[in-house]
């Protein structure tokens, strides 16, 4: 069985930044894509990243060029670095594993002065 742990989120100030982890296990991380999303109460849940098998990665408009994705394959770990949070990054963030379609159960975020 297939299951997604997210850790590391938080409350920081405007302009810090938050590493979130997400340990996979019942799998194996290099064998499947990957994605994190995020989900303000009432709105549907936002795609912001992707990797793929390889390593390559997307992101969504609204956090390129601060965001991060990486993965730790050897102990099945993917992080993602978020850097230069805004109040509008505030959410629950949930890693995704597209290829067998499981969710983790999220991790708060809020970002306020």
């Known amino acids: 069985q297939v299951r997604l742990v997210e850790s590391g989120g938080g409350s920081v100030q405007p302009g810090e930044s938050l590493k979130l982890s997400c340990a996979i296990s019942?799998?194996?991380?290099?064998?499947?894509?990957m994605g994190w999303f995020r989900q303000i109460p009432g709105n549907e849940r936002e795609w912001i990243a992707t990797?793929?098998?390889?390593?390559?990665?997307d992101f969504a408009d609204s956090v390129k060029g601060r965001f991060m994705l990486s993965r730790d394959n050897a102990n099945n770990v993917m992080y993602l670095q978020m850097n230069s949070l805004k109040p509008e990054d505030t959410a629950v963030y949930y890693c995704?594993?597209?290829?067998?379609?499981?969710w983790g159960q999220g991790t708060q975020v809020t970002v306020s002065s």
């Open positions: 995704r594993d597209f290829t067998r379609n499981v």
């Open positions: 990797v793929m098998e390889s390593g390559k990665a």
């Open positions: 019942g799998t194996i991380l290099s064998s499947s894509i």
